[in-house]
């Protein structure tokens, strides 16, 4: 495996040296071909000439033949359009449905829920009622003495 391993790299280095003695004795070889190769043009190779004796175009039946495709075509994807926007029209419609009932759902849980509070008051168990309101009344808060 070593072996393989270096002999691979001793001709890469000799194939890269190669290279280089000729790119020094040729500079402007590899140009001549440039302009081909990026032009994409061959030699011999120019606008294709149809012979005198064949039409170039398609003729008239098989011009028809097309358009009559063409336009199968296209009504075909005109029904496709209006039964995509029918679709997404009875989306929309179920979806404003939905939110209203949500909605509608939402206000009758509202509407349920008693007003519980979370521990019964101990103020007003039924006796001294009287005396309670009256000491409400006349409540009066005292000031705190400064700490210090």
Do not use: W, Y
Request: glycine letters at 8%; hydrophobic letters at 30%; zero cysteines.
């Amino acid at each position: 495996m070593a072996g393989l391993a270096s002999d691979s790299t001793k001709s890469a280095k000799s194939l890269a040296k190669q290279i280089a003695r000729q790119m020094a004795r040729e500079p402007l070889e590899v140009l001549k071909t440039a302009g081909r190769q990026v032009g994409g043009a061959e030699k011999g190779e120019g606008p294709q000439e149809f012979p005198a004796g064949t039409p170039q175009g398609p003729s008239v039946q098989e011009k028809a033949k097309i358009e009559a495709q063409g336009q199968r075509q296209l009504a075909a994807l005109e029904a496709e359009i209006k039964e995509i926007q029918k679709r997404k029209q009875e989306e929309t419609i179920v979806k404003v449905q939905e939110e209203q009932a949500l909605a509608a759902q939402q206000q009758g849980q509202k509407k349920e829920l008693p007003n519980v509070p979370s521990k019964p008051s101990r103020k007003f168990f039924g006796f001294g009622k009287k005396a309670q309101a009256e000491k409400q009344k006349t409540r009066v808060e005292r000031p705190l003495p400064p700490s210090g």
